[in-house]
């Protein structure tokens, strides 16, 4: 079983990478081989990450996702076949057991991260628990949700930064909340991405910044992140879901060699 220890590298930040949502297993198995291929070549640690559902969408209309088993047994195919751990979001305290058949991570969604009975599931499956913190919550608050995952008899705990309501259609990220977060004794991951979103639009579709992804990733690495989250699509515009803020793939490999550079003159 996957343990934070051995994504933590002294000189190196791990990272947790994929496309928003699991659309189909072609264009999957695709993003992930060059994923793989592009951390095995510059040593970074490495989790592809993929939504086999997305539960919280503005519109009813608005793709959720493929299909639960048929989603999951994808990340279970990406897992077995390049030899990488995986992640994926959980909604409710059913998904948890169901998803760690597939998946070595368990991520709470930032709304979610207060739900009691949610945390203690996914803790219960001993998999490392990602919990995001809530665009609601101060990251003093944070210490609350890991205890719970402790609690619970699981101390594999990550905090997530993915930035805090400001006003009704932007977020805004604070950078002090990730050493803060830090000193509760759990490695802190800035959600680069989702940080860029900007909700609650007229049309009901989520826009985004993706044009300061560069900039939301360097000042992360720059204040010690341990690792970080980047979901990206080979075409972003045609992304079934949070296109307006994915990193184009092919953007990726220069985007990581210079943070890594950040991360060694630290």
Request: proline share 5%; glycine share 8%; with cysteine.
């Amino acid at each position: 079983m996957l343990t934070i220890q051995e994504l933590q590298k002294k000189d190196k930040f791990f990272l947790l990478a994929g496309p928003c949502a699991i659309e189909n297993e072609k264009m999957v198995l695709e993003i992930a081989e060059k994923l793989v291929r592009l951390t095995q070549k510059l040593g970074i640690p490495y989790v592809f990450k993929g939504s086999y559902k997305k539960a919280n969408r503005s519109r009813v209309d608005s793709f959720t996702g493929i299909g639960t088993d048929q989603a999951l047994k994808i990340l279970g195919k990406v897992r077995d076949t390049f030899g990488v751990p995986t992640v994926t979001d959980i909604h409710e305290t059913t998904d948890a057991a169901r998803a760690a058949e597939y998946v070595d991570v368990l991520q709470i969604p930032a709304f979610l991260c207060r739900q009691t009975d949610l945390l203690v599931a996914a803790a219960q499956t001993g998999h490392i628990v990602n919990i995001k913190k809530g665009q609601f919550l101060s990251p003093a608050a944070m210490q609350f949700a890991a205890q719970k995952i402790v609690d619970s008899g699981n101390n594999q705990v990550m905090l997530t930064e993915r930035g805090t309501t400001f006003g009704y259609t932007d977020l805004i990220v604070d950078y002090r909340g990730i050493p803060q977060m830090q000193t509760f004794g759990f490695p802190v991951v800035m959600d680069v991405t989702h940080s860029l979103q900007q909700p609650n639009q007229t049309t009901g579709v989520t826009g985004g910044m993706p044009q300061l992804i560069e900039t939301i990733a360097k000042a992360a690495i720059a204040v010690g992140a341990d690792g970080l989250f980047i979901e990206t699509h080979p075409e972003p515009a045609k992304a079934l879901s949070d296109g307006a803020n994915m990193l184009q793939i092919d953007l990726l490999e220069p985007l990581l060699e210079k943070l890594l550079r950040i991360r060694q003159a630290l």
